[in-house]
Nanobody, 115 residues
Framework: QVQLVESGGGLVQSGGSLSISCAAS????????MAWYRQAPGKQRELVAA???????NYQDALKGRFSISRDNAKNTVYLQMNSLKPEDSAVYCC?????????WGQGTQVTVSS
């Protein structure tokens, strides 16, 4: 069973930056496809960014250039660096992991961007 724990969320002013992380346990992290999703109140969950086991990244088109996903396999952790944040980036950000046994979700971390 894979467990995911997010950290680093909080309140930031518009235009600011924030980095959130997701620590994984319970398996071979280096083989996992990892992703960040977000969900704002009243909106559907959406993909923010993803990174494959080999390090290939993929981003929601609207977030390219502002958000960056990375992973540290030695620390079993995936990161999301968010720059030039906007109030519309406010959401619960959830970590997602997928391997050959299934997919897993973290509890999420709240990111709030004040205007």
């Amino acid at each position: 069973q894979v467990q995911l724990v997010e950290s680093g969320g909080g309140l930031v002013q518009s235009g600011g930056s924030l980095s959130i992380s997701c620590a994984a346990s319970g398996g071979m992290f280096r083989t996992y496809y990892m992703a960040w999703y977000r969900q704002a109140p009243g909106k559907q969950r959406e993909l923010v960014a993803a990174i494959t086991a080999s390090g290939t990244t993929n981003y929601q088109d609207a977030l390219k250039g502002r958000f960056s996903i990375s992973r540290d396999n030695a620390k079993n952790t995936v990161y999301l660096q968010m720059n030039s944040l906007k109030p519309e980036d406010s959401a619960v950000y959830c970590c997602y992991a997928e391997n050959d046994r299934g997919h897993y979700w973290g509890q999420g971390t709240q990111v709030t961007v004040s205007s």
